[in-house]
């Protein structure tokens, strides 16, 4: 899943970096931008996410985190798995995130 889901984010960032604007800067600070939108990508997901999750799903997860936070990319995959429309939402979500980011020729 984690595979997946970072190709799907080093999608992205090859998309918003080939914008006009970002296709030229140097390897250097090309290199910071795809960190900084791989982070961001990432919040996004984990925000959609959290903010789809019910009361009981939120204490699940809290748990995990206290007591074995090694395992909360898969108790936060299996929770978010039950949720219907949950990857369609994050999905149109970090597509107008790009198109966002396109426009403006960068973070």
Request: no cysteine.
């Amino acid at each position: 899943m984690t595979f997946e889901v970072n190709n799907y984010i080093d999608g992205l960032i090859t998309k918003v970096l080939t914008a006009p604007g970002l296709e030229s800067l140097p390897e250097e600070e090309k290199t910071a931008m795809k960190e900084k939108l791989a982070g961001h990508f990432q919040n996004l997901i984990i925000d959609t996410a959290f903010n789809r999750l019910t009361a009981e799903q939120v204490v699940e997860l809290e748990a995990v985190i206290k007591s074995e936070a090694d395992k909360l990319e898969d108790k936060m995959t299996e929770l978010t798995a039950t949720i219907p429309g949950l990857a369609v939402e994050i999905e149109e979500r970090l597509a107008r995130e790009v198109k966002q980011l396109q426009g403006l020729g960068g973070v």
